[in-house]
Structures are given as C-alpha cells and as structure tokens.
C-alpha cells in the first residue's frame, strides 16, 4: 500500500507506454504483411522483404526502450516488467520474421485454409494488442478492458492450437512427398509458436495491472 502510494505521488515516465505503442503498431504491420505474403498470387518476395525491414524498425524501437529503462530512475511500473514486455512483444515480431524466412527458404508457394487461418489469428492478437497497450497510460482504471482483450489473445492462441492439429493432420493424411511434408510441417509449427508468443505478452501485461491494482 505504501509503495502505491508513493508511486501515485512521484512524477512518472509514460515515454515508455509511448514506445510499446509503437512497437504494437510494428506487430500488426508485420501480422498483415504475414496474412498478405500467404493470400493467394501474392508478390511473396515484395511482402517477405517487407516483413524484414519492419522487424529491424521494431528492434531500433526495443534498443530504444532497453536505452530509456537504463537511463531512467522513474517508470510508470516495474522495471523488470518493462524489459519482460518489450522482450516478449520483439519475441512476437522476430517469430513473423522466422515464419517468413521459412516459407521462402522451403520455397513454399501454395498454403493451406488452415495455415492462412493461423496466419489470420495471428493479426487479430496483434490487433487485440494494439488495443490494449495504450490503455497501460491509465492500467489501474482500464484494469478490466485490458483483461478482457488478455483473454481474448489468450483464446486466439487456443484456436491456434486445434487449427495446427487439424492442420497437420490434413498433412500427414494426405501429403506423401517427405521434402514438403517437412517444410509445410514447419510452417505450421512456427505460425503457431507466434500465437503463443502473444500469450506471454498478454501475461506480462495482465502481470503488469495485477501489480499495479
């Protein structure tokens, strides 16, 4: 109680809320570059490179975040999970960039309804993502409204998670070439792991509030 209180009356540091903004945004411009690169007759060259330099707009912004934690004595919350946030969110674009880099290493040209499902789920926890950042400016009274769009990322990656089984199984049952199955089994594996690297952001942040209550 006596740390909320001392917290509520020292002057604080929302520049860090400012750059978690802008990384969300990165996120969701990867996830649509993703859900694009996959659409059918896309120019997949034209939205993997795209996809690649956002990432590397996303780290200058974690650098930046790492420079500022290091530089300020007052944050708007934990320092620890100020780092575990812009962390995990840098996980979540670096995991786009990783499934990009696998379709085009493995030369995949065709994807399944189920990969672009995945692929879907994944701008739509980028967009819940989006949503609840800004509300940590004020977390105490948007408590509620954060946890809500949590548990909806959190049933994102549930979906995600019998979208990849159903997914694989259409695979094993029907592709007998060992050089695609192994390519395309990655893929669904790697669109997947992105949708539970948007979980651990919504815990970082539902951490966040919890302390912060």
Same mark, same amino acid.
């Given at each position: 109680?006596?740390?909320?209180?001392?917290? #509520?009356?020292?002057?604080?540091?929302?520049?860090?809320?400012?750059?978690?903004?802008?990384? #969300?945004?990165?996120?969701?411009?990867?996830?649509?570059?993703?859900? /694009?690169?996959?659409?059918?007759?896309?120019?997949?060259?034209?939205?993997?490179?795209?996809?690649?330099?956002?990432?590397?707009? %996303?780290?200058?912004? *974690?650098?930046?975040?790492?420079? /500022?934690?290091?530089?300020?004595?007052?944050?708007?919350?934990?320092?620890?999970?100020?780092?575990?946030?812009?962390?995990?969110?840098?996980? *979540?674009?670096?995991?786009?960039?990783? =499934? /990009?880099?696998? =379709?085009?290493?493995?030369?995949?040209?065709?994807? !399944?309804?189920?990969?672009?499902?995945?692929? %879907?789920?994944?701008?739509?926890?980028?967009?819940? $993502?989006?949503?609840?950042?800004?509300?940590?400016?004020?977390?105490?009274?948007?408590?509620?409204?954060?946890?809500? $769009?949590?548990?909806?990322?959190?049933?994102?990656? #549930?979906?995600?998670?019998?979208?990849?089984?159903?997914?694989?199984?259409?695979?094993?049952? !029907?592709?007998?070439?060992?050089?695609?199955?192994?390519?395309?089994?990655?893929?669904?594996?790697?669109?997947?792991?992105? *949708?539970?690297?948007?979980?651990?952001?919504?815990? =970082?942040?539902?951490?966040?509030?919890?302390?912060?209550?």
């Amino acid at each position: 109680m006596f740390f909320r209180l001392f917290r #509520s009356l020292m002057p604080r540091e929302e520049r860090f809320v400012e750059l978690f903004e802008a990384h #969300s945004k990165k996120i969701l411009e990867a996830s649509r570059a993703l859900e /694009a690169m996959m659409a059918e007759g896309a120019d997949m060259s034209l939205h993997f490179q795209r996809i690649c330099t956002i990432e590397g707009e %996303a780290d200058k912004i *974690t650098r930046e975040t790492h420079q /500022a934690l290091h530089r300020s004595f007052i944050t708007p919350f934990d320092r620890d999970q100020i780092h575990k946030l812009i962390t995990t969110m840098d996980n *979540t674009v670096d995991g786009i960039e990783d =499934v /990009a880099q696998r =379709v085009d290493l493995y030369g995949v040209r065709d994807f !399944s309804p189920d990969m672009r499902e995945l692929a %879907a789920g994944i701008s739509a926890c980028a967009g819940l $993502l989006v949503q609840a950042i800004p509300m940590l400016q004020q977390a105490t009274r948007n408590a509620d409204e954060i946890g809500r $769009l949590c548990e909806a990322i959190g049933l994102e990656e #549930s979906t995600a998670d019998q979208r990849q089984r159903d997914g694989l199984r259409g695979l094993f049952a !029907s592709e007998r070439d060992p050089v695609r199955l192994i390519a395309r089994k990655e893929v669904y594996q790697r669109l997947e792991k992105v *949708t539970d690297r948007f979980e651990d952001v919504a815990n =970082v942040i539902e951490t966040i509030v919890i302390e912060l209550v």
